[in-house]
């Protein structure tokens, strides 16, 4: 492994706030994890740091990645850059990388519960849907 690429992917932590989810991409475990509500004022320059870390962590590292989400509400544009993920995902996937989601919800929550399946049938890679307590 070349190390000076190693040292150059840093973990990422994005502090959550009323409509941004907490954010932690752990570059020494591949776990990736969003926690909260997704509506930013503007999706895409929030996600841009979050999506070029994928990008990174699939090119840099050997390590699986795996994206733990505990969301509550996505609006359409963070919908969007969710899908931007998983595209990334999928085409790891593809090519022999191990990646794999894990999608938290609440059962009382039937809307993220069913935005999770319209996301899990359009993806090849493991996709777990799990009830939180």
């Known amino acids: 492994m070349n190390t000076n690429i190693k040292q150059d992917l840093a973990s990422l932590n994005i502090t959550g706030s009323q409509s941004t989810p907490t954010i932690v991409c752990d570059t020494n475990s591949g776990v990736m994890s969003m926690q909260g509500d997704s509506y930013p004022e503007n999706s895409f320059e929030f996600f841009a740091e979050i999506i070029t870390w994928v990008e990174d962590f699939l090119k840099q590292s050997p390590l699986p990645l795996r994206l733990d989400l505990h969301l509550i509400y996505m609006n359409t544009s963070s919908v969007k850059a969710m899908m931007d993920i998983f595209d990334m995902l999928e085409a790891a996937f593809v090519t022999d990388r191990q990646v794999s989601v894990r999608w938290y ?20 890679f493991p996709f777990d849907i799990e009830p939180h307590d």
Do not use: H
């Open 105 to 124: 919800y609440d059962p009382a929550n039937e809307r993220v519960v069913e935005l999770a399946e319209e996301f899990k049938e359009d993806c090849t």
